[in-house]
């Protein structure tokens, strides 16, 4: 029964699809005076393609032309999903100007919209079904302001309606709602789990004192200590601004940490210096954990409890691996299984992981061009 879970735990992880990129989110920027509210909403349109057909002539590439001939299709698909209303009744909703831009993860459709509602609101109820029907993942990151005053929620299909105050934010809630997201998102990060677990997997061979499910999890502890540490830094650092780096250049590195990591179980590369692997290491993971808050693009009061309450969802996360991981590895640390799982599923990893890193690093799936 053991042998099938740790099997099973990384089969599900190593067969995966090969665009482990960013999960997919959209970005709803609602600004509300009096009665009326102007609204942004960045879709991406790699989504949208998905969805409703953005490239028409089905060469994998996207052009200006393209794009605009689909607006009205864009701001349809999108605004019928999308309901703005008040303790008086539902507002109404126009669609206005079509942009194009860039976010960490790709080129984005920006939708802009102004809404009228019955009368001024001190509540503001939304209903969120962007891409329900096509991805349970999906998630819209909004950001509301009123008076100066800047509130943020995050929606899903389990959190499709909201209503929102305009008096005041809800501190806790917006934190928990981080904190989850967090969690969430380490859980569907497959690149940040396989590094993870390549890491872990040598763990109970490696113990000090031998054979001991304590020495266990004092290497563990402290590989993902320096994980924690180095992710933490470069989330603050990259979250707050002070460091930009390239997404097509983060994403490339996590891939190749993630071969490096799988690689070093067949063959040593690191020779007792796992923890300092996981820092370095953990330092880009950090800029692919901060590419959700940047696109948000809060404001440094809101970012500042944002950043935190994400960050303890990923650890989190990250400790609920390890508290399954760990007690199945040890006790089958001592099989034949667990030597032919050692090298097989790190080749497998590894495997995985150049996928990803051939897409990521030479871009050899569909094109985001002209735009």
């Known amino acids: 029964m053991m042998k099938r879970w740790l099997l099973g735990l990384l089969l599900c992880c190593a067969m995966l699809p090969a665009a482990a990129h960013k999960p ?41 032309d393209e794009i605009r001939t689909r607006h009205a299709a864009i701001a349809a698909y999108a605004l ?11 507002c109404r909703v126009q669609a206005g100007q079509q942009l ?13 919209f102004t809404a009228t509602c019955p009368s001024s609101p001190s509540t503001l109820i939304i209903g969120y ?14 950001r509301l302001t009123h008076a100066g005053v800047t509130s943020t929620a995050i929606f899903e ?20 709602a981080y904190v989850k997201d967090g969690v969430w998102h380490i859980w569907i990060g497959y690149d940040h789990i396989l590094f993870l677990l390549s890491l872990l997997l040598p763990a109970v061979l490696l113990a000090a004192p031998a054979d001991n499910l304590r020495g266990a999890f004092i290497d563990v502890l402290k590989v993902v200590t320096a994980f924690t540490l180095a992710h933490s830094l470069t989330l603050t650092l990259a979250s707050l601004s002070l460091i930009s780096l390239p997404s097509r250049l983060v994403e490339s590195a996590i891939a190749a940490s993630v071969i490096l990591a ?27 954990f901060a590419s959700v808050l940047i696109d948000l693009g809060l404001p440094k009061g809101a ?8 960050n303890l969802g990923v650890e989190i ?23 032919h799982l050692l090298t097989g599923g790190s080749a497998v990893i590894a495997l995985v992981a150049l996928v990803w890193f051939i897409e990521r690093a030479f871009d050899v799936q569909a094109q985001w061009i002209g735009v």
């Open 24 to 64: 997919s989110d959209s970005y709803l920027s609602l600004d509300v005076q009096g009665e009326q509210v102007s609204g942004q909403w960045d879709i991406a349109l790699r989504d949208l393609d998905y969805a409703i057909g953005l490239d028409q002539n089905g060469d994998g590439k996207l052009t200006w």
């Open 80 to 90: 019928e999903r999308l309901k703005l209303a008040t303790d008086a009744g539902a």
């Open 100 to 112: 194009i831009d860039d976010h960490t993860d790709g080129a984005y459709s920006v939708l802009r």
């Open 129 to 142: 079904r962007l891409f329900a029907d096509l991805d349970p993942q999906h998630k819209g990151l909004l």
């Open 157 to 176: 299909p389990a959190h499709a309606q909201q209503s929102l105050s305009l008096a005041a934010p809800d501190q806790w809630r917006q934190f928990s």
């Open 262 to 288: 799988a690689v070093n179980n067949v063959y040593p590369l690191f020779r007792g210096r796992r923890p300092w692997a996981a820092f370095g290491f953990g330092l880009i993971h950090g800029f692919g």
């Open 303 to 310: 970012l500042l409890a944002s950043l935190f309450g994400f």
């Open 317 to 339: 996360g990250q400790l609920c691996i390890v508290a399954v991981f760990l007690p199945l590895a040890f006790s089958l640390r001592r099989t034949r299984f667990y030597h």
